[in-house]
């Protein structure tokens, strides 16, 4: 007898199983305010080990982490004026507090590159104080129209990093070294998500650069999903903040600046990249809890083996869950902890007791083999790398067999539909670009033939990748 | 020839003195919305370290973290009617976003009790699902009138726990334990602040609460600072929310709920605690720069010596910086080491390296002494451990010679210019405590006899710990 599906299954409708899959594993809930979300302690912990991960590698790049207020003046949006133009739409406002009406309304920060201008400007007088690399934590606020659990959300949390160089070329070493150092590795090799790096289109930039890298993923259902980007800001904010500073030579020069940021969008990725019908499959590298040790059932014996499993298996250095709730069936925990991708179950019951051994599940190539007790804490770390690569080599074997290099629009729309589609952005141009955005589809970035990124959007041999996008 | 003063001195204005010591050490700049605050990287290091240590504690207390929205409904907060009247007067309200007026104004939370009930009561459903232990980083906002970096801000940062028990009992010794182990214990060893643990009265309690427990320090000038509390909300919340689970026995029973919080007003009691008027002085176990090894000159053997004793400082286990920058005067950059509180400061010259020794500079006791450059990496923790017992040493000692034990309110009154008075909360009681509160004393806390907590308001020979208070 079949089992009744624990998910609405991908091929059905797949922002459904998205859907679901966030609720039954307790990543996320809708928030009582339209747009915003609950993370739940399971969601969250994978939040807690991309951060730890991330903020080492920040730090390695030399940046500090500071903190700048949530609330920023309106009059500051408005002196970069892209920059407004972009966020206006978007922007939470308070006009009241303390029981009283604001003189000036204050805008919840959506990103804060202008209110951390404004310090710049103090801080930094002369070449000495620069580079300037500042790193954030933050929440922030952007009022969407279409809402999505983790994906588009009106709160959201991140990091951004601002940073102040004394050259063009300092500036711009630097949003390349924190897209492929803090971004494009990590992604790679502790979220085992293929992604390609390029550069966005003058469409696509972010509000007030003059270039934005970008890391675009594939997701299960072919569409792309903008991951990390950093911005090279040119001198657009120090022009705006009158961010100056007294050069070697004892002239006053604006700096040259980057920002950056990563979000708990990755969180979304992470599950449309690596989940299945069955539920969430986490990267051994990124998970917070590796392998869960299950008591089949409630019998003394049983409970103690698994928790001196558990303790040994900590002491080999793993991330473990015990699992002794025996007073829930058997059968639901483990679906549950298939929901929530936990990479292994050690399942333990009486009999296995008997035979010295335990049920070893593996959630990411599938399938159960009884093992030695005594092998566990040996074979388990090897076990967890092969799976780590595994999710790699399927998510990079995704991208690879559903990209398809056309020469129209018409056949790039077409390949949209599955997967997507490489172009060389000479025969695209921007009113190929506006031609594919009336059809729903987008430039997500620009790159070399050989996979680098162009030094512009019109180096010869550049190529468009274009697809649909979350 | 005496040296102009770097800050004002804490005997001729100790307000002053603490504003000039947060911007000189670079803790802190005011923001451009009225109290708000920018944490500048050395001052949000010490938030960092504040963290890394409670969250371990946190966890070890089997909570677990998750985050909910910033954004509340403002219908929410007047559900618990004593709970809206203490907020109200605090609260920034959003009315507009995505360029249009809302329908419903959003509030920025002011503490999380009400959106977190909103949730415990859906994923609260048996006796099984408790105790619910939860914990959020966040900033949170409350409109300040008399705003002070670190102590009264607008915005600020800080963990806040909500727990949801099956009984009384359980509710009661949870906030007790994360009371003495998650902040009492953290105070004393980490941040080697003495701090007296007792019970609010009536009037100074959370609102919302039946009771609350406090941490009152004395700072330098003899005022207190309130620091972590915890609070036992009794059903209420889980009335107004109707957080029910099922009982082992079969009946519907609201849950018995906890909140406790933390601040990063701690490093403002830091500066107040441990400052004096050369600046900053950071306890070892806290600093996130413990050592800062200086080259006294540019020479390039001198440079190379540094980074040398840098790094070999490093493997021993300690938190390093090597200062090079010597195109800033020495001078300039030991007062800056000095203000921002360094414990230690190893001072490389060119005489030094040919006697193979360093000038060893202790910020704490004060005092400079050659070493041996082979001696330093097994000299330096016990002079750290030595230094940390030292701060709360002196700590508990300004306490205890600034507390007073007095018999009458005027005597209370008179106490509380300098210092702390005891008295028998039976000879103030409520009557008393308005009457104090008319001459801006307060009554900070309620303890027994011999130091420990109440378990009520009126229990035989509890006294008032009564003084002025940030």
Redesign the interface.
């Known amino acids: 007898m079949a089992k009744a599906p624990v998910l609405t299954p991908q091929a059905d409708d797949f922002p459904r199983w998205y859907q679901d899959l966030i609720n039954k594993a307790e990543l996320a809930?809708n928030?009582?305010?339209r747009g915003?979300?609950?993370?739940?302690?399971y969601g969250?912990?994978l939040?807690?080990r991309m951060q730890q991960d991330m903020d080492l590698r920040i730090k390695e790049a030399g940046a500090?982490?500071?903190?700048?207020?949530?609330?920023?003046?309106q009059s500051?949006l408005t002196r970069e004026a892209e920059h407004v133009e972009g966020f206006?739409?978007?922007?939470?406002?308070?006009?009241?507090?303390?029981?009283k009406e604001l003189e000036e309304?204050?805008v919840?920060r959506p990103t804060s590159e202008t209110?951390i201008n404004?310090?710049f400007s103090?801080w930094v007088q002369s070449y000495?104080d620069l580079p300037l690399l500042?790193n954030q934590w933050?929440?922030v606020?952007r009022?969407e129209?279409r809402p999505r659990l983790f994906l588009r959300t009106?709160?959201f949390?991140w990091q951004e990093g601002h940073t102040a160089h004394a050259s063009y070329e300092d500036a711009r070493d630097y949003a390349s070294l924190i897209q492929r150092e803090v971004y494009a590795d990590f992604m790679a090799n502790v979220l085992a998500m293929d992604v390609v790096l390029g550069r966005k289109t003058l469409k696509e930039r972010f509000a007030g650069a003059i270039n934005t890298l970008t890391l675009e993923g594939m997701m299960g259902d072919g569409k792309a999903l903008q991951l990390g980007t950093s911005h090279e800001l040119g001198q657009n904010f120090a022009k705006a903040f009158n961010t100056q500073y007294l050069s070697k030579e004892g002239t006053q020069e604006h700096v040259w600046q980057t920002s950056w940021g990563s979000t708990t969008r990755m969180i979304g990725a992470l599950v449309m990249m690596h989940g299945d019908d069955n539920g969430l499959r986490v990267p051994p590298r990124l998970a917070h809890v590796q392998v869960v040790v299950l008591a089949i059932k409630g019998d003394d014996e049983v409970v103690a083996k698994v928790r001196e499993i558990g303790d040994r298996l900590k002491a080999a250095g793993l991330r473990v869950v015990v699992d002794d709730?025996t007073?829930?069936p058997f059968g639901r925990r483990a679906v549950d902890w298939e929901l929530k991708g936990v990479p292994v179950r050690v399942e333990v019951g009486p009999r296995d007791l008997e035979a010295g051994t335990a049920m070893l599940a593996r959630r990411i190539p599938g399938g159960k083999t009884p093992v030695a007790l005594d092998s566990l804490a040996e074979l388990l770390p090897a076990v967890l790398e092969e799976d780590q690569a595994q999710l790699l080599r399927e998510s990079r074997e995704r991208r690879e067999s559903r990209t398809v290099d056309v020469a129209s629009i018409e056949e790039a729309v077409e390949a949209a539909a599955t997967g997507w589609a490489r172009i060389p952005w000479a025969d695209l141009g921007p009113v190929g670009e506006e031609e594919l955005a009336q059809q729903g589809v987008s430039v997500r970035c620009l790159v070399t033939k050989d996979g680098g990124v162009p030094d512009s959007d019109d180096a010869p041999g550049t190529l468009a990748i274009v697809a649909r996008a979350y």
Chains 1, 2 share one sequence.
């Open positions: 809930d928030g009582p305010v915003t979300m609950v993370i739940r302690p969250y912990g939040w807690e500090q982490n500071a903190y700048f207020p949530l609330f920023i003046p500051y206006a739409p978007e922007l939470a406002v308070v006009t009241h507090a303390g029981g309304p204050i919840v209110i404004e310090y103090k000495r500042i933050a929440n606020v009022w129209l009106t709160e949390l709730r007073d829930t």
